[in-house]
């Protein structure tokens, strides 16, 4: 994975907060943590956005064999 290197201005309290309840032990692991956790909210609230919209052409036995085929 490439890296990109970028220059912030950040609240120091805010960012050694985010480190001291993350656990993470440097800056930039509290800086990926906070944007990784970002990411999977909006993603998830993009995908509860959408519940319930899609029609499925599925009876409950197409479900059922579905899922014991995991």
């Known amino acids: 994975m490439l890296k990109a290197r ?3 201005v950040l ?3 805010l960012l050694e907060e985010a ?5 993470a ?3 930039r692991e ?5 944007l990784n956790e970002l990411v999977k909210r909006l993603r998830r609230e993009a995908v ?3 519940a319930g919209t899609l029609e499925l052409a599925l009876t409950q036995d197409d479900l059922n064999r579905v899922r014991q085929e995991r």
């Open 25 to 27: 032990k440097t800056k």
């Open 6 to 8: 970028t220059t912030v």
């Open 30 to 34: 509290a800086i990926e943590r906070a």
């Open 11 to 13: 609240d120091p309290a």
């Open 48 to 50: 509860a956005l959408h």
């Open 19 to 23: 480190r001291r309840l993350s656990g």
